[in-house]
């Protein structure tokens, strides 16, 4: 049977699941081939003269967002125990034919992961099973693709609930091709489910699913006119359910026109001429223009000022905006341009040269990497992105942002410092060097040779590092990621950086030699804000804390004074005073005998978040301190601390902490009015027992402080942390979270301590490719929710979330958000 030859064929008829053609002779596998070419005229809306081919009785429903939405007009069911879904979508995309057909069938399995990941909504995994080069000669040299796919998505709800049920998956076929059509050059598709040997999918995933079945699908690309680069691209699905699963129809058409809508809006933000960028130096000097260049408005407070990266002209935000520019071997900068370059950039979409039916494959890209400074040099960009994928996130994402975290456990300082440096650049940052880190380390290393290797690997690098807190000579790190795990290590040093071209970071220390810790915390915040250019009715976005372990309470004060509790303001101490950091005014560094303070002032492009909670539980009995000195609890009502314990604790409680096989002992939560007479609880955890059944405390106390027990419940600990990130961060996707808690939180989990990783993960929405890092610090600091005052204790759990939302900066959302006090 010869290829174009499909008018025996009959398409009307749905057939059962049947063996891949992998499974097959090569006749099998041309049998694809030939259905694919014969299922396309069911993609017509119009009546054809051709009787043979059976064509499909679409019903217009409705466009939304510029995706066309078609159904049946009558659907037959062939089994009554299942539900067919029976849709056909559609939209325009301006894009060439090449790059659309990338983004519908990626060629490679990783490319297929990320770009599911990014443009499939309510995602949870996806992987190609089996792929093989066919035999046939396509117009392109990539072409055809064909391989056996599997894809799980959340297309269920519980029909009580409404939330998320099982995730549904299918296994299919799919084989693309692009060949000439009636003298037009097109791309299409074929899917039908196949039969897939269970045990080599569970090699693959060990998801439980629910099995959903594509009895038919098919996709076409295809110019809106000759010579256009404007395609239509029309997909269509049937797909059978069983009847208990309880779909919903409208959600799974939903999906798939959402992924569509997706894959467009990705395609249009992609530049196809050249375009050449301006250094800095050359840029118009702003102080030069009263109003933009372009709409001629006069700059105010609200109409700030911006630099079009092409031309060096002085815009407005209304007048500009940001394009995806590829970077060879860097994935995507995101480039500001202003209207008119933009246009010039689309105004010629077709390209300069005639292309044959091959269409050959264009690949221009900068042949060399970017260098730190801005963009010292010209940028050339086509319609082909090698990078299209090259972050696996649930929704297009900014791709001048990317968080990734590293590790290093050998013993030697500067060998761990540049082992970790080397696996964050070349891993999860893919090229790009941060622009801000986080460094952790064990007490065997050197902060002075922590500092320096760093500076000399990265001299515009902003890091700020603290030593880990000790636990029996070991310390407790965690990764998330598909290799990530928990575990305890004799010697570590971890980086958690973010690469964020059009953020703003800072970081200064101070010793408290000479100096008092107000003082010192009230320096390092006014040349941060000095370093940040801020405004005086604007605050940072995040503020990261790191002080001497001892010292937070000087600390927090100040902050809280200068500094609106609305930002994110986190931070964590450790037992050793050997802090670190890097910024505009070069390397500072504290050692054992030298307590100080760290701190981050960091003004991200996208929206950060914060979490700060518990999981104690108080007690309804609250106790009267009768006699203390400093940190050392002597009597609560007159008794021995450790004496009211079993008055305080029901019986299970008293047989978890009073049992000999535990050492952990319950928190007490200092009870003190915040502002406007609301009262908050400070957690305070016992750090020392004595002989005479007093207690050593982590903060300092004094006569008449009110103290409530806080217990924690061993099996709610996985759940309570996996509840408080999810609440925390409001369904964002999050792409990068640092995570610090209290030693306690692993001491009561004991032999369980790996669950802790599994509760992040869970809270983080399961996302396996955002950057997740953990530590344990002494004392954490950060505002609860609701209680809108800054405050610090023992045994916490804080959490620095960077999210998918690009941020907001208009100077009426800030000043209006956060407003610095005066100092």
Same mark, same amino acid.
């Not at 995706?67 to 539900?83: A, C």
């Not at 099982?166 to 084989?175: A, C, G, N």
């Not at 590293?406 to 999860?428: C, F, M, R």
């Not at 960077?802 to 009426?812: A, D, L, P």
């Given at each position: 049977?010869?290829?174009?030859?499909?008018?025996?064929?009959?398409?009307?008829?749905?057939?059962?699941?049947?063996?891949?053609?992998?499974?097959?002779?090569?006749?099998?596998?041309?049998?694809?081939?030939?259905?694919?070419?014969?299922?396309?005229?069911?993609?017509?809306?119009?009546?054809?003269?051709?009787?043979?081919?059976?064509?499909?009785?679409?019903?217009?429903?409705?466009?939304?967002?510029?995706?066309?939405?078609?159904?049946?007009?009558?659907?037959?069911?062939?089994?009554?125990?299942?539900?067919?879904?029976?849709?056909?979508?559609?939209?325009?995309?301006?894009?060439?034919?090449?790059?659309?057909?990338?983004?519908?069938?990626?060629?490679?399995?990783?490319?297929?992961?990320?770009?599911?990941?990014?443009?499939?909504?309510?995602?949870?995994?996806?992987?190609?099973?089996?792929?093989?080069?066919?035999?046939?000669?396509?117009?392109?040299?990539?072409?055809?693709?064909?391989?056996?796919?599997?894809?799980?998505?959340?297309?269920?709800?519980?029909?009580?609930?409404?939330?998320?049920?099982?995730?549904?998956?299918?296994?299919?076929?799919?084989?693309?091709?692009?060949?000439?059509?009636?003298?037009?050059?097109?791309?299409?598709?074929?899917?039908?489910?196949?039969?897939?040997?269970?045990?080599?999918?569970?090699?693959?995933?060990?998801?439980?699913?629910?099995?959903?079945?594509?009895?038919?699908?098919?996709?076409?690309?295809?110019?809106?006119?000759?010579?256009?680069?404007?395609?239509?691209?029309?997909?269509?699905?049937?797909?059978?359910?069983?009847?208990?699963?309880?779909?919903?129809?409208?959600?799974?058409?939903?999906?798939?026109?959402?992924?569509?809508?997706?894959?467009?809006?990705?395609?249009?933000?992609?530049?196809?001429?050249?375009?050449?960028?301006?250094?800095?130096?050359?840029?118009?000097?702003?102080?030069?223009?009263?109003?933009?260049?372009?709409?001629?408005?006069?700059?105010?407070?609200?109409?700030?000022?911006?630099?079009?990266?092409?031309?060096?002209?002085?815009?407005?935000?209304?007048?500009?905006?940001?394009?995806?520019?590829?970077?060879?071997?860097?994935?995507?900068?995101?480039?500001?341009?202003?209207?008119?370059?933009?246009?010039?950039?689309?105004?010629?979409?077709?390209?300069?040269?005639?292309?044959?039916?091959?269409?050959?494959?264009?690949?221009?890209?900068?042949?060399?990497?970017?260098?730190?400074?801005?963009?010292?040099?010209?940028?050339?960009?086509?319609?082909?992105? !090698? %990078? *299209?994928?090259?972050?696996? $996130?649930?929704?297009?994402?900014?791709?001048? @942002?990317?968080? =990734? &975290?590293?590790? /290093?456990?050998?013993?030697?300082?500067?060998?761990?410092?540049?082992?970790?440096?080397?696996?964050?650049?070349?891993?999860?940052?893919?090229?790009?060097?941060?622009?801000?880190?986080?460094?952790?380390?064990?007490?065997?290393?050197? !902060? %002075? *040779?922590?500092?320096?290797? $760093?500076?000399?690997?990265?001299?515009?690098? @902003?890091?700020? =590092? &603290?030593?880990? /807190?000790?636990?029996?000579?070991?310390?407790?790190?965690?990764?998330?990621?598909?290799?990530?795990?928990?575990?305890?290590?004799?010697?570590?040093?971890?980086?958690?950086?973010?690469?964020?071209?059009?953020?703003?970071?800072?970081?200064?220390?101070?010793?408290?030699?000479?100096?008092?810790?107000?003082?010192?915390?009230?320096?390092?915040?006014?040349?941060?804000?000095?370093?940040?250019?801020?405004?005086?009715?604007?605050?940072?976005?995040?503020?990261?804390?790191?002080?001497?372990?001892?010292?937070?309470?000087?600390?927090?004060?100040?902050?809280?004074?200068?500094?609106?509790?609305?930002?994110?303001?986190?931070?964590?101490?450790?037992?050793?005073?050997?802090?670190?950091?890097?910024?505009?005014?070069?390397?500072?560094?504290?050692?054992?005998?030298?307590?100080?303070?760290?701190?981050?002032?960091?003004?991200?492009?996208?929206?950060?978040?914060?979490?700060?909670?518990?999981?104690?539980?108080?007690?309804?009995?609250?106790?009267?301190?009768?006699?203390?000195?400093?940190?050392?609890?002597?009597?609560?009502?007159?008794?021995?601390?450790?004496?009211?314990?079993?008055?305080?604790?029901?019986?299970?409680?008293?047989?978890?902490?009073?049992?000999?096989?535990?050492?952990?002992?319950?928190?007490?939560?200092?009870?003190?009015?915040?502002?406007?007479?609301?009262?908050?609880?400070?957690?305070?955890?016992?750090?020392?027992?004595?002989?005479?059944?007093?207690?050593?405390?982590?903060?300092?106390?004094?006569?008449?402080?009110?103290?409530?027990?806080?217990?924690?419940?061993?099996?709610?600990?996985?759940?309570?942390?996996?509840?408080?990130?999810?609440?925390?961060?409001?369904?964002?996707?999050?792409?990068?979270?640092?995570?610090?808690?209290?030693?306690?939180?692993?001491?009561?989990?004991?032999?369980?301590?790996?669950?802790?990783?599994?509760?992040?993960?869970?809270?983080?929405?399961?996302?396996?490719?955002?950057?997740?890092?953990?530590?344990?610090?002494?004392?954490?600091?950060?505002?609860?929710?609701?209680?809108?005052?800054?405050?610090?204790?023992?045994?916490?759990?804080?959490?620095?979330?960077?999210?998918?939302?690009?941020?907001?900066?208009?100077?009426?959302?800030?000043?209006?958000?956060?407003?610095?006090?005066?100092?």
């Amino acid at each position: 049977m010869d290829r174009f030859d499909v008018d025996e064929l009959d398409f009307e008829s749905v057939e059962p699941v049947r063996p891949s053609s992998f499974d097959g002779t090569s006749a099998q596998k041309f049998d694809i081939a030939i259905r694919a070419r014969q299922a396309l005229p069911s993609l017509s809306l119009t009546a054809t003269c051709n009787t043979k081919l059976k064509q499909l009785d679409w019903r217009f429903v409705k466009k939304d967002k510029e995706v066309s939405i078609h159904r049946l007009e009558r659907e037959k069911h062939g089994n009554s125990l299942t539900t067919r879904v029976s849709f056909r979508i559609s939209v325009e995309i301006k894009s060439y034919l090449e790059t659309i057909m990338d983004a519908l069938v990626p060629k490679s399995p990783i490319e297929y992961l990320h770009m599911e990941k990014r443009m499939f909504p309510k995602f949870v995994d996806a992987a190609v099973l089996h792929q093989v080069e066919d035999d046939e000669v396509s117009e392109l040299p990539t072409y055809p693709r064909h391989c056996v796919k599997w894809h799980a998505s959340h297309l269920l709800t519980n029909r009580i609930t409404g939330r998320m049920g099982t995730p549904t998956d299918f296994v299919f076929e799919e084989f693309a091709d692009v060949e000439t059509i009636e003298n037009v050059q097109c791309g299409f598709g074929y899917i039908q489910s196949c039969d897939y040997p269970e045990a080599d999918l569970r090699r693959v995933s060990a998801l439980k699913c629910k099995r959903g079945l594509i009895r038919k699908g098919v996709f076409l690309v295809q110019p809106s006119a000759p010579d256009s680069v404007i395609h239509e691209v029309t997909a269509m699905y049937i797909m059978d359910f069983p009847k208990n699963l309880g779909i919903s129809v409208d959600r799974i058409i939903s999906a798939y026109a959402d992924r569509l809508r997706n894959i467009r809006e990705m395609l249009i933000n992609t530049l196809f001429q050249p375009i050449p960028i301006l250094p800095r130096d050359q840029w118009v000097d702003d102080r030069s223009r009263r109003e933009c260049c372009v709409c001629t408005q006069t700059f105010t407070l609200v109409r700030a000022r911006h630099h079009c990266r092409a031309c060096g002209e002085v815009v407005c935000g209304n007048c500009s905006r940001k394009w995806s520019v590829p970077v060879k071997n860097n994935g995507e900068l995101l480039t500001r341009l202003c209207t008119p370059c933009s246009l010039k950039a689309r105004s010629n979409l077709m390209p300069s040269v005639v292309h044959t039916n091959r269409f050959s494959r264009s690949n221009t890209t900068l042949g060399l990497d970017p260098p730190m400074t801005d963009f010292e040099m010209h940028l050339h960009t086509s319609s082909y992105h !090698p %990078h *299209l994928n090259s972050l696996p $996130l649930q929704k297009p994402i900014f791709h001048s @942002v990317r968080v =990734g &975290a590293s590790a /290093s456990v050998v013993d030697d300082t500067v060998a761990a410092v540049e082992g970790a440096w080397h696996q964050l650049v070349t891993g999860p940052l893919q090229l790009n060097r941060p622009h801000f880190a986080l460094v952790n380390y064990s007490c065997a290393h050197d !902060p %002075h *040779l922590i500092a320096e290797t $760093l500076h000399r690997l990265a001299p515009e690098l @902003v890091f700020c =590092g &603290a030593a880990l /807190s000790m636990e029996k000579g070991d310390v407790t790190y965690f990764e998330g990621g598909v290799d990530g795990k928990l575990d305890k290590y004799p010697h570590l040093l971890s980086l958690w950086g973010l690469y964020d071209v059009d953020g703003s970071f800072t970081a200064n220390g101070v010793g408290f030699q000479g100096i008092e810790p107000k003082e010192a915390t009230r320096q390092c915040i006014k040349q941060s804000i000095l370093d940040l250019e801020l405004g005086p009715t604007e605050s940072p976005d995040m503020l990261w804390l790191m002080p001497t372990d001892g010292y937070e309470e000087p600390v927090v004060r100040t902050v809280e004074g200068m500094l609106d509790t609305s930002a994110t303001i986190l931070g964590a101490t450790s037992k050793h005073s050997r802090l670190c950091g890097s910024g505009a005014h070069g390397v500072f560094v504290m050692t054992d005998d030298q307590p100080g303070i760290v701190l981050a002032m960091c003004s991200p492009s996208m929206q950060v978040t914060e979490a700060y909670f518990t999981c104690y539980e108080p007690n309804e009995r609250v106790f009267s301190v009768t006699k203390a000195d400093g940190k050392r609890l002597l009597e609560l009502d007159h008794q021995p601390p450790l004496q009211v314990l079993k008055d305080g604790l029901d019986r299970n409680k008293r047989k978890l902490y009073m049992g000999s096989r535990q050492k952990v002992f319950p928190a007490f939560g200092r009870m003190q009015k915040g502002l406007g007479g609301d009262v908050y609880v400070q957690q305070i955890e016992p750090v020392g027992v004595h002989s005479d059944l007093s207690m050593t405390l982590a903060a300092t106390i004094k006569r008449d402080d009110q103290l409530r027990l806080m217990s924690m419940d061993t099996k709610m600990i996985p759940d309570d942390i996996a509840a408080g990130l999810h609440a925390c961060r409001e369904e964002e996707e999050v792409i990068g979270c640092y995570v610090t808690i209290g030693a306690s939180i692993l001491q009561h989990l004991g032999d369980d301590a790996p669950l802790l990783r599994d509760a992040v993960l869970h809270g983080m929405g399961r996302n396996l490719y955002s950057a997740i890092a953990g530590t344990v610090s002494m004392t954490q600091i950060g505002i609860m929710t609701g209680a809108h005052k800054l405050s610090y204790g023992n045994g916490m759990v804080a959490a620095l979330l960077i999210t998918n939302t690009k941020q907001k900066r208009s100077v009426e959302r800030r000043s209006s958000r956060a407003q610095r006090r005066s100092f």
